[in-house]
C-alpha cells in the first residue's frame, strides 16, 4: 500500500494493493504497510481527549510503577525469526502495546540472547519454541490456540514465550499477553495454556450496501463500499485489530435481508479488498445471500433449488467468490422469513435449500449459515414454536457443511427469553448460537445494558437432551462434548458503526468485547468479563473497577425490571422497537403485544403450557416439566409460559400485581442510583467519556420511568388494583403514553 499525504477529510488516502499490483508495485511491501497502519490506528488516542476510539486497546502507561518495572525488566527485546503475515501482525501488536504500557521501544531479533526478551512464533516456524514446550502443550493448543509462559532465561533473566501451531495462534496469544499487562498481571509465573473451546466465531453486520445498518445504533456501516476498492479506511485495520483480540475468526459483511447485487463483480472486488485486510488477523469474510439471487442478477427464471440450472448458476457464482476471495467463509441466509425469499416458495424444504448452496461451497471448503428465525405468513401456531416444528423434523438431512443458526430464544432476542428449543434436538446437525450484541430490545445504545448475564443464561441452560449437564454451551462446542453432537458455532448481531467510539454508548463496547470471550470461552464468568473490560478501557485502580462491574453487572436485571419482567415479552413500540408499547394490537398479529401478554380481567401471561400453546412440550420432559409447572418455573420466565391472576401468589409472599409492580420500580431505583456511582467517578475517567456516559444515564433513568409509568397506567386498567406503597405514580394518564409518537429512530428499516 502508498500512503498519498494528499489526505481526504484529514485521512491519508491509501490505495489498496490490488491496484498498484497492476502497476507493478512489489507485494512484499503491502504488509509492511499493514504493520504502519496498525501502528498508527488505534494507538492515536494518546493525542487527544479519549473518545473511545481505542476501546479496550488503551496501551496507557500502567498506573503501577512496581508493575511497569516488574514487565520492563522482562521486555528487554522481541525475539522474531517469522515472516507469517499474523506473526508480524503480533509483533507489530506488542510493539506498540509495550510502547504505550511500558515506555520502552523493544528491539526485535531473530535469536534468544542472554538478555532475556519475549520470544514469539510458530512451533514449526522457531526451534527455539519447539524445544521450550511441553509434551503435552502441541495437544492442547489445537490449531488456533497458544502457550504464553514464562521462563528462566539460565542466567536469571526471564523470558516469556508466546507459541502457537499456527500465525494466528500466536495472535491471539500476542493479545492474551497483554490482555494480562493491562489488567494488572506480574510477569513471573506466568503460565496460560489455551484454545477456543467454539471453532467458528462470527460477528453478524445487518449493514446495507447504501450504509444504513438495519437495528444498527452507532452511526453507519463501517464499509465503505463506494470508495472501496480503491480507498481502505484505516478503520477496517481497527476493527479487525479489536475483533482479532477478543478471538472473533469471522465477520459476514452484509444484511441477512440480503441484496443480491453484493453477488456482482464490482462489489466482489470491493469484499476481497477487505478480506485482504482481515486476513492476517485471522478474520474469514462472509456474505449474506439473497435465495433469489438467480433471478434478480442471474437472468433465470426460477431459483427453485432442485432445477438443475439453479445449481448450476450458484456453483458458478461461488467460483467466481473464490477467484477473489480464495479463503471465503460462505454464505449466512434468511431463507422464508419475514418476506425473504426462499425454498418454500417452490415447495421445498429448508434442507432443499440449503444443501443446493452446501454442494456449491463443500470443494471449496465453505460454510452456509442457514437460520432458524422463521415463521409462517400464516398465524397456525404459537410463534414460539414454528422454528422447531420446521427443523427438528429435518435432522439428519443437511449437508456436514450446512449450520442452523439458531437465536438464543424462540422469539426474537428479548430481554429474557428461555433457551430455544432446538439447541440440542438436532443431534446430526450442526447448529450455531446466534446472539444480539446491538441492543435491538435494550434501549439500543442509549440505556447502558451489558448482555454478558443474559447470554450466559442461555449458554449455561441444560437443555438435558443427552443426559444432565447437556448445556446449549456443550451442543455448539460440539467436540468439546462428550454426548457427540457435531461442532458448531456461535454468531453475535453486531454493535459496530461509524460513530468514533465504535458503538454508541461507550459501555455499549463491553458487549463486543463480551461475545468475543464468550465466544472464546463459554465458561468464563460475565462478572470476570466485564472486570477485564474495565481494567482495559478504563482503569487497575479499584475504586473505578468495583462500582462500575457492578453497575453493568447490575444493569441486564435493572432493564428487564423496568421493561419486561416476569418474563414479560415484545411489549415494546412498534417497527422500531423503542420504548413501551404494551397497547399495540394493529397489524399482524404476532408482531403485536397483546398478542404476547394477553392482559384481561383475569390476569397477564401467555399460556405455553401443554393446556395452552402447547410450547413447553418441545423441551425435554425434565425440562419441560420445570417450565410448565407454575410453582417450578422461574421467576424470569413465568408470563412467557404461563397466564396467571392478578392475584397469584409469588414465592415473595406478594402476589402477582404487586410484584410486577416492584419490579418495575426496582429497576427505575437501580438506574437511578448509578447517576450518583458515576458522578463520583468524575475525577478518575476522562472528562470526554465521563460526560458522555452521564447525558446517557441521565437518558436512561427517565425513560426507565417512562416504562414503568406507560406500562402500568396500561396493566392497571386490567387488575383495576392500585399500585402498592413505594411505587411512583404515573406521571400522565395512560392516553398520554399511548399518543407518544417516535419517528426516524436509527435502525429503523422502514425509515430508510
Not at 632 to 653: E, K
Request: with cysteine.
Amino acid at each position: 500500500m502508498t500512503l498519498n499525504p494528499l489526505a481526504r477529510n484529514n485521512r491519508p488516502l491509501i490505495f489498496h494493493p490490488r491496484s498498484q499490483l497492476r502497476m507493478g508495485v512489489c507485494v512484499s511491501m503491502r504488509w509492511m504497510w499493514i504493520t504502519c497502519l496498525a501502528l498508527v490506528g488505534l494507538n492515536t488516542g494518546g493525542l487527544r481527549a479519549d473518545d473511545g476510539y481505542r476501546a479496550w486497546l488503551r496501551y496507557d502507561p500502567l498506573d503501577q510503577v512496581s508493575q511497569r518495572q516488574a514487565w520492563t525488566s522482562v521486555v528487554t527485546g522481541l525475539v522474531c525469526r517469522e515472516d507469517d503475515p499474523s506473526v508480524k501482525v503480533a509483533l507489530a501488536e506488542l510493539q506498540m502495546g509495550f510502547s504505550g504500557l511500558l515506555g520502552i521501544d523493544p528491539s526485535v531479533r531473530p535469536e534468544v540472547s542472554g538478555s532475556g526478551g519475549v520470544l514469539i512464533g510458530t512451533i514449526d516456524g522457531n526451534p527455539e519454541i519447539a524445544v521450550r514446550l511441553r509434551p503435552e502443550d502441541a495437544d492442547q493448543i489445537g490449531s488456533e490456540g497458544y502457550v504464553v509462559r514464562t521462563y528462566s532465561n539460565g542466567n536469571g533473566k526471564p523470558l516469556v514465550m508466546i507459541a502457537a501451531r499456527s500465525g494466528v495462534g500466536v495472535l491471539y496469544g500476542a493479545f492474551e499477553l497483554l490482555r494480562q499487562v493491562q489488567t494488572g498481571v506480574y510477569p513471573h509465573g506466568l503460565d496460560k495454556v489455551d484454545q477456543p473451546k467454539i471453532g467458528l466465531r462470527m460477528l453478524n453486520h445487518w449493514d446495507n450496501l447504501n450504509r444504513t445498518v438495519e437495528r444498527g445504533y452507532a452511526g453507519f456501516s463501517l464499509w465503505e463500499w463506494f470508495e472501496l476498492p480503491d480507498y481502505v479506511s484505516p478503520r477496517y485495520h481497527d476493527y479487525a485489530r479489536l475483533s482479532a483480540s477478543v478471538g472473533i475468526n469471522a465477520t459476514v459483511l452484509t444484511n441477512v435481508n440480503a441484496n443480491a447485487v453484493i453477488l456482482t463483480e464490482a462489489y466482489l472486488e470491493k469484499v476481497a479488498t477487505l478480506a485482504d485486510v482481515f486476513r492476517p488477523y485471522g478474520i474469514r469474510v462472509f456474505l449474506t445471500a439473497r435465495f433469489s439471487a438467480p433471478m434478480e442478477i442471474g437472468g433465470l427464471e426460477t431459483a427453485d433449488p432442485l432445477d438443475p440450472g439453479v445449481a448450476a448458476w450458484w456453483h458458478a457464482k461461488v467460483e467466481e467468490i473464490y477467484r477473489h476471495v480464495p479463503d471465503f467463509g460462505g454464505f449466512l441466509v434468511k431463507a422464508n422469513s419475514e418476506g425473504q425469499p426462499g425454498p418454500q416458495d417452490y415447495g421445498r424444504s429448508h434442507a432443499d435449500g440449503a444443501n443446493m448452496l452446501a454442494d456449491a461451497l463443500a470443494p471449496h471448503g465453505g460454510s452456509v449459515m442457514w437460520r432458524a428465525f422463521v415463521y409462517a405468513a400464516e398465524i397456525e401456531m404459537d410463534r414460539a414454536m414454528q422454528a422447531y416444528a420446521e427443523f427438528q423434523p429435518l435432522d439428519g438431512t443437511f449437508r456436514p457443511n450446512v449450520f442452523i443458526q439458531i437465536k438464543n430464544g424462540a422469539i426474537d432476542f428479548m430481554p429474557t427469553e428461555p433457551f430455544h428449543p432446538l439447541f440440542g434436538a438436532m443431534p446430526k446437525t450442526r447448529q450455531t448460537l446466534e446472539l444480539q450484541i446491538t441492543q435491538e430490545y435494550l434501549g439500543a445504545s442509549i440505556h447502558l445494558a451489558y448482555l454478558a448475564p443474559m447470554w450466559k443464561n442461555c449458554l449455561d441452560a441444560d437443555t438435558r437432551v443427552a443426559g444432565e449437564g447437556t448445556t446449549v454451551a456443550k451442543v455448539i462446542a460440539g467436540s468439546d462434548a462428550d454426548d457427540g453432537y457435531l461442532p458448531g458455532a456461535i454468531a453475535g448481531v453486531a454493535n459496530t458503526g461509524s460513530n468514533r467510539n465504535w458503538t454508541g454508548h461507550p459501555m455499549a463496547a463491553a458487549n463486543w468485547y463480551a461475545f468475543g470471550r464468550l465466544a472464546w470461552n463459554p465458561d468464563l464468568s460475565s462478572e470476570s468479563v466485564a472486570e477485564e473490560w474495565v481494567r482495559m478501557t478504563f482503569s487497575n485502580d479499584a475504586h473505578v473497577v468495583t462500582p462500575i462491574r457492578e453497575m453493568l453487572m447490575e444493569s441486564h436485571p435493572a432493564v428487564v425490571d423496568y421493561m419486561m419482567p416476569l418474563g414479560l415479552h415484545h411489549i415494546m413500540a412498534w417497527d422500531h422497537h423503542y420504548g413501551p408499547g404494551p397497547w399495540i394490537d394493529e397489524g399482524r398479529p404476532d408482531w403485536t403485544a397483546v398478542y404476547y401478554h394477553r392482559a384481561n380481567a383475569d390476569g397477564i401471561g401467555f399460556d405455553r403450557t401443554v393446556s395452552g400453546s402447547g410450547a413447553v412440550s418441545q423441551y425435554h420432559p425434565d425440562v419441560a416439566g420445570i417450565f410448565g409447572d407454575v410453582d417450578a418455573c422461574p421467576d424470569r420466565y413465568l408470563l412467557w409460559f404461563h397466564h396467571l391472576p392478578w392475584n397469584h401468589p409469588m414465592a415473595s409472599g406478594n402476589d402477582l400485581w404487586d410484584e410486577m409492580c416492584l419490579r418495575y420500580q426496582r429497576g427505575v431505583d437501580t438506574v437511578g442510583s448509578w447517576l450518583e456511582v458515576w458522578a463520583g467517578l468524575e475525577s478518575s475517567i476522562d472528562a470526554q467519556q465521563h460526560n458522555h456516559v452521564l447525558r446517557l444515564l441521565t437518558r436512561q433513568e427517565r425513560e426507565s420511568r417512562w416504562w414503568r409509568d406507560a406500562c402500568l397506567s396500561y396493566f392497571q386498567a386490567f387488575s383495576k388494583r392500585p399500585l402498592p406503597e413505594g411505587v411512583g405514580a404515573p406521571g400522565h394518564d395512560l392516553e398520554y403514553y399511548r399518543n407518544l409518537r417516535l419517528r426516524y429512530v436509527p435502525g429503523t428499516p422502514s425509515e430508510q
